[in-house]
């Protein structure tokens, strides 16, 4: 599949009233990004990630560059959130996309996330993949599930207590699921 990386994708322009724009990532975006990843992962609410662990050179290659593609939403020029795009598995798992996303806390609420969303779904079949599995939803992120939900994932397993949530002590974790037809 990483031959699909040369494969042309179309941006969508978000609604005018919203006042968001969606775009390819570049390697300017980086800083942006990183400040984005480390609040959300310091919010302790969805990444299992712990900050100690994530070095520039990480965060560069799970967002930027270990990916088939990296969707920037960018507002008033600056970015409000991302989507990295890459293959759940590798050999015989290729044709599985997986996704991560991020949007800046002062930004939440107003569609990025429905818009990133979407548009993942539509890059990821233009790569050629079949479906697109998360395997780490966590459970009282009763937003996302809504979200991935409306737009036709299906949570097909369940991770018992599987994430140490900030507030809420152990939650279960969801693996959701969509084919991509």
């Not at 494969?7 to 570049?26: D, F, M």
């Not at 979407?118 to 937003?143: H, M, P, R, W």
């Amino acid at each position: 599949m990483s031959a699909m990386k040369q494969s042309p994708v179309t941006r969508h322009p978000s609604p005018a009233k919203v006042g968001y724009t969606l775009g390819t990532a570049t390697p300017d975006d980086f800083e942006a990004v990183k400040e984005i990843f480390l609040h959300v992962v310091d919010e302790g609410e969805t990444y299992s990630y712990e900050r100690g662990e994530l070095t520039d050179e990480w965060i560069r290659n799970y967002w930027l560059k270990n990916v088939i593609t990296t969707i920037v939403a960018r507002v008033d020029g600056k970015v409000a959130g991302v989507c990295a795009i890459r293959a759940n598995r590798t050999g015989r798992g290729d044709h599985i996309a997986n996704a991560s996303y991020i949007v800046h806390h002062d930004h939440r609420g107003v569609g990025i996330g429905y818009a990133l969303g979407l548009e993942s779904i539509i890059d990821a079949k233009q790569y050629g993949y079949k479906a697109i599995q998360f395997n780490y939803v966590v459970s009282t992120n009763a937003k996302a599930v809504a979200l991935w939900q409306s737009l036709g994932f299906k949570i097909i397993g369940t991770m018992p207590q599987g994430y140490r949530h900030e507030r809420h002590g152990l939650v279960d974790v969801y693996m959701m699921h969509r084919f991509l037809d």
